[in-house]
């Protein structure tokens, strides 16, 4: 009894130390766009696909996507599950801070030190709800604070009281602050970027507009992010980009509310597929594996496929 105790013990010890192990990878130059790789990781008696997800600093939805077919709760101990850590870069100025709300993931550009390589740093988050929606736009970080209080707003204290539920007028620092304990504040009154007492839920759509991180990560881009920094807030479920003379494609789900896209994705794919042979001045003939963009569109689990030959 005691030696399982022990081994229990252990197993947690290994869940959550050094939990969100953060993705700090070289930029590319401009004319690449593919970083990280895909990764694999085998599941250890008693996790959850959730456990697995913050110990590799993915979100919820982005690990359950890539395994569609492992059952989050209850993954056979030792199965190989995929780790979707590879991206291609949003298709915007790589400066500041950049959201992809399908994407549901963070990248940050920090300015080099002087002799540093280039990086880029990023993180899964969670996004507004349907009806609670993120903002799209260009915005600036305003303020940042340790230990902030909560003050639900009017709107979220009505929704509360119609589930019979009452909220206070302001939660304090400590474990039940659903902030965390690092807010970040954004240039659009009411919109942060911050912790939570509930990192299950990172990367899904369960925030009420705001930003939502696992706490280690928060903590790392709190000490690291300037005042005024720039932030872009965009959507593009569509992604392609060049490693090298391959072409890449990445579709994630479109946000429920853009019925348009839903109905247009293929046009949305093959026209940014097009801009980015336009982009490209090669020498070399690109051809184009129609059955795997196809595919890619169908499965929509977030991982980069390779498209050209």
Request: glycine share 8%; net charge positive.
């Amino acid at each position: 009894m005691f030696n399982k105790i022990i081994t229990n013990l252990l197993l947690g010890l290994f869940a959550y130390s050094g939990v969100a192990n953060a993705h700090t990878l070289s930029r590319p130059p401009a004319y690449m766009d593919v970083i990280g790789k895909i990764e694999y990781a085998q599941v250890i008696r008693g996790e959850t696909l959730l456990d697995i997800a913050r110990r590799h600093d993915i979100g919820q939805d982005d690990i359950l996507l890539a395994n569609s077919t492992v059952d989050r709760w209850l993954p056979s101990t030792g199965k190989t599950i995929t780790l979707p850590t590879r991206y291609i870069l949003p298709k915007v100025e790589r400066t500041g801070l950049v959201l992809n709300l399908p994407e549901m993931r963070l990248y940050y550009f920090p300015v080099p030190g002087l002799g540093k390589q280039p990086v880029v740093i990023t993180h899964p988050v969670s996004i507004g709800r349907m009806d609670w929606s993120t903002p799209l736009g260009n915005l600036q970080v305003v303020a940042k604070q340790i230990n902030p209080s909560w003050f639900p707003p009017v709107s979220l204290r009505r929704e509360a009281a119609a589930t019979g539920k009452v909220l206070p007028t302001v939660i304090g620092p400590g474990p039940d602050n659903p902030l965390g304990r690092y807010a970040i504040r954004l240039s659009m009154p009411g919109y942060l970027i911050h912790g939570t007492n509930k990192p299950y839920g990172v990367g899904m759509r369960v925030t009420h507009g705001c930003l939502r991180m696992y706490p280690e990560d928060i903590e790392t881009l709190f000490n690291i992010l300037p005042i005024g920094t720039h932030v872009q807030i965009i959507n593009q479920e569509i992604k392609v980009g060049w490693l090298g003379q391959t072409l890449y494609l990445e579709v994630h789900p479109p946000l429920e509310e853009d019925a348009e896209q839903h109905k247009n994705l293929r046009k949305v794919a093959f026209d940014a597929i097009s801009d980015a042979l336009a982009d490209r001045n090669t020498k070399y003939r690109v051809m184009l594996k129609e059955n795997v963009i196809l595919s890619a569109l169908e499965e929509q689990n977030g991982v980069p496929v390779a498209i050209s030959r």
